[in-house]
C-alpha cells in the first residue's frame, strides 16, 4: 500500500511559478517511477511529466516542454514539479501517482496504481 500526498498549489498570476510536492509513504519513488497529471473542469485527466526507473528519466507533455521540470529527491521519498512561465491554461487540479512497476507506458492513467487527492492550481490572467 502507498500513500500519496500533494501540496504545493495555490493561486499565481500568469508568467509566475509554482513547485508541487508530491510525498510518499510506504515504497521508494526512485524504485520505479512517478507521474503527475491534470484534470480542469468539464475535461479528461491528461498526463504532464513522469520520472521512471532507476536512472530517473523524465518525460513530458508537448504542452508544458520547457516550462516544467520534474525531479525527485529520495532521501525525502518526494517527487517536485516545478512550474515556471505559468499560463491560464495550467489551471487544473494537479495529482501525483505512482506508477505500475508492470506496465510498459506512463502516459496514460491507467499505468499508474496510487493516486493522491490533488491539489488546486488557478492561474490568473
Known amino acids: 500500500q502507498v500513500q500519496l500526498v500533494e501540496s504545493g498549489g495555490g493561486l499565481v498570476q500568469a508568467g509566475g511559478s509554482l513547485r508541487l510536492s508530491c510525498a510518499a509513504s510506504g515504497r521508494t519513488f526512485g524504485t520505479y517511477g512517478v507521474g503527475w497529471f491534470r484534470q480542469a473542469p468539464g475535461k479528461e485527466r491528461e498526463f504532464v511529466a513522469a520520472i521512471i526507473g532507476t536512472d530517473g528519466n523524465t518525460y513530458y507533455a508537448d504542452s508544458v516542454k520547457g516550462r516544467f521540470s520534474i525531479s525527485r529527491e529520495n532521501a525525502k521519498n518526494t517527487v517536485y514539479l516545478q512550474m515556471n512561465s505559468l499560463k491560464p491554461e495550467d489551471t487544473a487540479v494537479y495529482y501525483c501517482?505512482?506508477?505500475?512497476?508492470?506496465?510498459?507506458?506512463?502516459?496514460?492513467?491507467?499505468?499508474?496504481?496510487?493516486w493522491g487527492q490533488g491539489t488546486q492550481v488557478t492561474v490568473s490572467s
Open positions: 501517482a505512482a506508477h505500475n512497476p508492470y506496465s510498459r507506458s506512463w502516459v496514460h492513467s491507467d499505468d499508474y496504481n496510487y
